[in-house]
C-alpha cells in the first residue's frame, strides 16, 4: 500500500525558513519512473504545484517561487525535503506531498497523474 | 489566473448530469498532454478521480467520465448524488512554462 505523509511546523514567522517532509511508504524512489511532487493549497483557493523531484534527482520548480524552493529526497529514509526560504504570510496553507509513477518503459512522467496524496500538513505564516 | 480555465462552480438536482470544462492551450492540453481530474471534499486531499483524459482508478464509479478535444478536456457526471458535492480541479503539464498545471477547480453543488 502506497501512503504519503506531511510533516512540517504549524507556524513560522515571516521572512523565516520553512521546512516540510514528504515520509513515504509502498514505494521507493530508487525505481526508475517515480516521482515525489509537492502541491499546496491557501484557504479557500485553488491547487498549486510547487515542486517536484523524480528517481534521478532531476528537480523542477514552479517558475515563480523557484527563487525560494529547494526540494531535495533521501532514498534511504524514504524522505522529500521542500524547504521554502522568506515565508510570507500569504504562503499560509496547506501543503500536499504526491506521488507520479511511470512504468518503467515509458518514463514520461510529464503524462501521468499525482495518483497517491498525503493528507496535507497546515501551515500558518504570522508574527 | 491558473494555467487551465475552470468555471468556478456548476450545480445540478440529485439524478441530473452536470459537466466542467478545463480550458488550455497549445503548450499544455493542445499538446497532447494527459488531462488528470481530481475530487476534493471539503477538509480532505485531492482524490484522483480520471486519469489520462478518460481513465477512472479502481473503486470511482462509472457516473464519472473524462474527456479531450483540441485545447479542453471536460468532467462529466451523470446520476447526481449529494456526496459529489466537491471541488473539483484539472491538471496537465505545461510544456512552455515547465509547470504541471491545476486549473482554478470547479465548486459543484448538488441542488
Known amino acids: 500500500q502506497v501512503t504519503l505523509r506531511e510533516s512540517g511546523p504549524a507556524l513560522v514567522k515571516p521572512t523565516q525558513t520553512l521546512t516540510l517532509t514528504c515520509t513515504f511508504s509502498?514505494?521507493?524512489?530508487?525505481?526508475?519512473?517515480?516521482?515525489v511532487t509537492w502541491v499546496r493549497q491557501p484557504p479557500g483557493k485553488a491547487l498549486e504545484w510547487l515542486a517536484l523531484i523524480n528517481w534521478d534527482d532531476d528537480k523542477y520548480y514552479s517558475p515563480s517561487l523557484k527563487a525560494r524552493l529547494i526540494i531535495s529526497k533521501d532514498s534511504s529514509r524514504q524522505e522529500v525535503v521542500l524547504t521554502m526560504t522568506n515565508v510570507d504570510p500569504v504562503d499560509t496553507g496547506t501543503y500536499f506531498c504526491?506521488?507520479?509513477?511511470?512504468?518503467?518503459?515509458?518514463?514520461?512522467?510529464?503524462?501521468?497523474?499525482?495518483?497517491?496524496w498525503g493528507q496535507g500538513t497546515t501551515v500558518t505564516v504570522s508574527s | 489566473q491558473s494555467v487551465l480555465t475552470q468555471p468556478p462552480s456548476v450545480s445540478g438536482a440529485p439524478g441530473q448530469r452536470v459537466t466542467i470544462s478545463c480550458s488550455g492551450n497549445?503548450?499544455?492540453?493542445?499538446?497532447?498532454?494527459?488531462v488528470h481530474w481530481f475530487q476534493q471534499l471539503p477538509g480532505t486531499a485531492p482524490k484522483l478521480l480520471i486519469y489520462g483524459d478518460t481513465n477512472r482508478p479502481s473503486g470511482v464509479p462509472d457516473r464519472f467520465s473524462g474527456s479531450k478535444s483540441g485545447t479542453s478536456a471536460s468532467l462529466a457526471i451523470t446520476g447526481l448524488q449529494a456526496d459529489d458535492e466537491a471541488d473539483y480541479y484539472c491538471?496537465?503539464?505545461?510544456?512552455?512554462?515547465?509547470?504541471?498545471?491545476f486549473g482554478g477547480g470547479t465548486k459543484l453543488t448538488v441542488l
Open positions: 504526491a506521488r507520479i509513477a511511470t512504468p518503467e518503459d515509458d518514463l514520461n512522467y510529464y503524462y501521468y497523474p499525482m495518483d497517491v
Open positions: 491538471q496537465s503539464y505545461d510544456r512552455n512554462l515547465i509547470v504541471w498545471a
Open positions: 509502498g514505494f521507493s524512489l530508487t525505481t526508475r519512473g517515480m516521482c
Open positions: 497549445s503548450s499544455n492540453i493542445g499538446a497532447g498532454y494527459d
